[in-house]
């Protein structure tokens, strides 16, 4: 994949790319931005910062797709309805 197909897809991979995705333990950068939508200039910084869990065996950067959806997974936020219930529930 070049750069600019990279830079064009990242925001949107296909279902076919997406699921390529589900025989594989780890994924490249690319595949993460493809993955997740998340452009490759902003996973870095999220690495940077160690936001998001990562290898880095050498220079190249891995990250474990389990991983990766737990991430994603970890930051749901409650509904307005989840919030209201808590609260009347005294919660």
């Known amino acids: 994949m070049t750069k600019n197909q990279v830079k064009n897809d990242s925001n949107h991979g296909s279902s076919e790319e997406i699921q390529n995705f589900s025989s594989k333990t780890f994924l490249t950068i690319t595949e993460v931005s493809i993955y997740t939508g998340f ?53």
């Open 39 to 91: 452009s490759p200039n902003y996973l870095y910084q999220l690495v940077h910062n160690r936001v998001i869990p990562f290898y880095k065996p050498g220079r190249k950067l891995f990250f474990k797709q389990s991983e990766i959806d737990a991430w994603i997974s970890s930051s749901r936020q409650k509904s307005i309805d989840e919030i209201k219930r808590e609260a009347s529930e005294g919660i």
